[in-house]
C-alpha cells in the first residue's frame, strides 16, 4: 500500500521533473525570440536600405524621364524621331487597288533613261575583240545607249589686267569692272553662291565644304574663308529677307512653332512662321510672349500652333495642334492606378481620335461653317464630361484641351486651315537636321547669316524654285544692279 506520505513525495517529483523540462523549454524559446529578433532587426534595416534604394530609384527615373522628354514628347514631330526607334510599318495594300506602273505615264526617275541628249557620239570598230579579224559594218539600226556623264570642271585662277584710262572733261581716272566679282573677295559669284548651296541647301558642315570644293573642284579653300564670305549674304540678302517678311506678315493663314538653336553654347531659338508658299526664320534670344509678339502678324489672321503659352497673346485666332494632341494622349506620362483606369483611359483616348476623324471627313463633305464649329465643340465636351475614373493621365488631357478651349475646331470654320502644325515641323525639319551637323553658330553675325539663307532656301523649296539661282539673282542684284526684282 503507498502512503500519503509517498504519493505526495511522487507528485513532488513529477512537478519538479516538469517545472525543468519547462524551462529548458522557457530558455529555449527565448534562445529563438533572440534569434527572430535579430532577424526581424536584420529585416528592418533591409527594407530600410530597400525603402532608400526604392526612392532613389524614383528620383533617377523622374530625371531620366525628364530628360527624354526633352527629345521625345508630344511636340516631337514623327519626322524628327531617327529611324531605327520607329515600330516597323506594314503597308497593306489590296491587289485590285494595285497600279500597273507600265500603263502610268509618269517620269519614273529610277529607271527611266534621259529623253534628251545635248550631243550624239558615234563609235567605230575595226579588228574583231575575239580573234582580231576585219569587222564588216551590217546595214542595220545601230545599237543605242543613253547616259548622263558627269564633267567636273576645276576652279581656276584668272588675272585680269585692268587698263588705266583718263576723263577729261569729268578729269577722273577710271579702270574696266572685273565681271561676277565680289568687292573685297578673292572669290567670284560662282564661288560664294557654291558656299551656301553646299552649308544650306546640302547641309554641310564648313569643314565639309572646304573638303568638298578640294576635292571636286581642286580650290584649296580654307574654313574661315568661307565663314568670312557667307557673312555676306546678310548684305546680300537683306532686301529678300526683308521683303518676306513684309508678305508673310500680311498672310491670312500662317503656322507658327519654335525649337532650340546655340550661339557660343548659350541657348537661343528659332522661331518660324511659315505658309504654304512662304517660310520665315528669326533666332531670337528667348521663348516668351515678348518673342511671339515680334511677328507684327495682321489682326484678323489665324495662327497655327501648338498649346505654347506664348501664343496666347499674339493677334488673332489661333488653331490648336490636333497632332501634338494626338501624340500627348498616345504617351501618358502617368502610371495606372489600376487595370480598369487603363482601360477607361484608352477607350476615353479613342473617342477623342475618333471625333477628329469625323470632324475631317464632314469639312470634306459639308463645308466650313460657323455651325459645324460648335457641334464638333459641344461634342468634343461631352467626352470631357463623360463618367469614368480620374486619374492623373485623364486629367491631363482634359486640362490640355481645356487650357485652349474653343481653338480646337477653328479649322472647320475656314477652309484654308488646316488642322495640325505638320507643316511647319517640317519646314523647321531642315534647320534641326542643320544644327545636328554645325551645332551652334559663334556670333551673331553668323546667326542672322544663317536666319536669311534658311528662309530663302526654304522659300525656294516651297515655290519650286531654284536656291543657286535665286541667290546668283539676289548677289548680282546688289553687285550690279542687275537681276531678277
Known amino acids: 500500500m503507498i ?19 519547462l524551462q529548458e523549454k522557457l530558455q529555449q524559446t527565448q534562445k529563438e525570440d533572440e534569434q527572430l529578433k535579430q532577424v526581424i532587426a536584420q529585416q528592418a534595416e533591409a527594407i530600410k536600405q530597400l525603402k532608400e534604394e526604392l526612392a532613389y530609384i524614383k528620383r533617377q ?6 530628360e527624354f522628354r526633352k527629345y521625345h514628347n508630344e511636340n516631337t514631330p514623327s519626322g524628327a524621331l531617327p529611324p531605327y526607334l520607329k515600330e516597323p510599318v506594314e503597308i497593306k495594300r489590296e491587289e485590285e487597288d494595285k497600279p500597273d506602273g507600265r500603263c502610268l505615264a509618269h517620269d519614273n526617275k529610277r529607271n527611266a533613261r534621259p529623253r534628251c541628249c545635248h550631243r550624239t557620239v558615234k563609235l567605230h570598230m575595226g579588228d574583231c575583240p575575239c580573234c582580231g579579224g576585219k569587222l564588216v559594218r551590217i546595214n542595220a539600226k545601230p545599237n543605242e545607249r543613253k547616259l548622263t556623264e558627269l564633267h567636273v570642271s576645276e576652279a581656276e585662277n584668272v588675272r585680269y589686267l585692268l587698263p588705266r584710262y583718263y576723263c577729261k572733261k569729268c578729269r577722273k581716272e577710271f579702270s574696266p569692272k572685273v565681271p561676277n566679282a565680289i568687292p573685297n573677295s578673292k572669290f567670284d559669284i560662282n564661288m560664294i553662291v557654291a558656299f551656301s548651296v553646299l552649308t544650306t541647301q546640302a547641309k554641310l558642315s564648313i569643314d565639309d565644304t572646304s573638303k568638298t570644293m578640294k576635292t571636286f573642284f581642286k580650290a584649296d579653300i580654307s574654313p574661315a574663308a568661307i565663314s568670312n564670305h557667307l557673312l555676306k549674304f546678310r548684305k546680300y540678302l537683306g532686301p529678300d529677307y526683308a521683303r518676306l517678311e513684309a508678305e508673310i506678315m500680311k498672310e491670312k493663314v500662317l503656322g507658327r512653332d519654335e525649337t532650340g538653336c546655340r550661339k557660343n553654347g548659350k541657348l537661343n531659338w528659332v522661331w518660324a512662321a511659315v505658309t504654304p508658299k512662304r517660310a520665315f526664320f528669326r533666332i531670337l534670344a528667348g521663348r516668351g510672349s515678348k518673342e511671339a509678339r515680334s511677328f507684327k502678324t495682321s489682326k484678323d489672321s489665324i495662327t497655327n500652333c501648338d498649346c505654347y503659352a506664348a501664343y496666347n497673346d499674339t ?5 490648336r495642334c490636333w497632332a501634338h494632341l494626338i501624340r500627348k494622349a498616345e504617351t501618358p506620362e502617368h502610371w495606372f492606378q489600376s487595370d480598369k483606369e487603363g482601360d477607361e483611359y484608352l477607350e476615353f483616348a479613342e473617342r477623342i ?3 477628329f476623324s469625323r470632324a475631317k471627313e464632314d ?11 460648335k457641334k464638333y465643340e459641344d461634342e468634343l465636351l461631352g467626352v470631357l464630361q463623360c463618367r469614368g475614373l480620374a486619374g492623373l493621365n ?26 495640325t502644325n505638320n507643316a511647319t515641323e517640317r519646314a523647321l525639319r531642315h534647320f534641326v537636321l542643320k544644327r545636328r551637323i554645325s551645332q551652334q553658330n559663334r556670333s551673331t553675325l553668323g546667326q542672322e547669316a544663317l536666319q536669311m ?11 519650286g524654285k531654284d536656291y543657286m539661282e535665286t541667290l546668283r ?10 537681276g531678277k526684282l
Open 315 to 319: 493677334a488673332g485666332e489661333k488653331q
Open 353 to 355: 481620335f475618333k471625333l
Open 453 to 463: 539663307q534658311e528662309s530663302i532656301y526654304m522659300t525656294c523649296h516651297l515655290q
Open 473 to 482: 539673282h539676289a548677289v548680282e542684284r546688289e553687285i550690279n544692279d542687275t
Open 394 to 419: 485623364r486629367d491631363a488631357i482634359t486640362n490640355y484641351i481645356m487650357g485652349c478651349w474653343g481653338e480646337w475646331f477653328v479649322f472647320l470654320q475656314y477652309k484654308d486651315v488646316e488642322p
Open 363 to 373: 469639312k470634306m463633305k459639308l463645308g466650313v461653317s460657323p455651325e459645324l464649329k
Open 3 to 21: 502512503t500519503e506520505m509517498e504519493r505526495l513525495l511522487l507528485r513532488v517529483d513529477t512537478l519538479t521533473r516538469g517545472n525543468t523540462y
Open 61 to 66: 527615373f523622374a530625371r531620366l524621364e525628364n
